[in-house]
């Protein structure tokens, strides 16, 4: 043991210095308060160790905790924005088709643009629009004259009609034709003996 006044190395059991007199116990008293001492400073600083380790870790579970909320919430937008492009491509092809098949135009037929009868003789003069123009004429004669007739002439030498000769059964005939035209055409309804005529025009559209 060492003296604390002279710094003699005495014997562990020595009460005494051997050396200067001095009592051992309290440096005996002394070395074991500064062995204490030293107990305490490490564990202390083992102390200090552990409560910096367990806050870092707090610290980074809090860290890392928002971090993946938003990297969750962002694959959830991005999963959300895929499946809405998703959608849109197939609201964008759906709407497409369906302006498509709605611009498609109609199947075009033969629509009615003027009807015209009478009975007897005379004359009438028609005004038909341009288009593919289709005329169906229809008659009835009064007798089997060789004059009965129902003619129908356009201005643009297009022409039809029907009639009888002395030896013709008294019936309706029918005729008609078709020609197309890039303007107004003026056609002449020319008729004689007849009880009843009708004159139908059409245009394609």
Known sequence: MKCSNCGFENKDNAKFCTKCGNSLKAT??????SDNTKYIIIALIAIIILLIGVFGYLIGN?????????????????????QSA?????????????TVSSSK??????VSIGS????????QDITVPEGNIKVEISAYPILNYATNHVY??????????????PKSDVETRYDSFTYTSSSE????????????????????Q
């Not at 005996?28 to 308060?33: D, L």
């Not at 015209?116 to 004359?123: D, Q």
């Not at 055409?185 to 394609?204: A, K, L, M």
């Open 152 to 165: 129908v002439t356009g201005t643009n030498g297009v022409s039809g009609g029907v009639d009888w000769g």
């Open 185 to 204: 055409e003026v056609f002449t309804i020319d008729y004689y003996e007849t009880v009843s005529w009708n004159v139908e025009f059409y245009r394609y």
């Open 116 to 123: 015209y009868s009478g009975s007897g003789s005379g004359s």
């Open 62 to 82: 809090a860290n890392n905790d928002p971090v993946q909320s938003v990297d969750s919430s962002q694959d959830a937008n991005s999963s959300q924005e895929v």
């Open 105 to 110: 135009s109609p199947a075009k037929e033969w």
């Open 28 to 33: 005996e008293s002394v070395s074991k308060s």
């Open 86 to 98: 998703d959608e849109s491509s197939d609201d964008s092809g759906s709407a497409k088709t369906t």
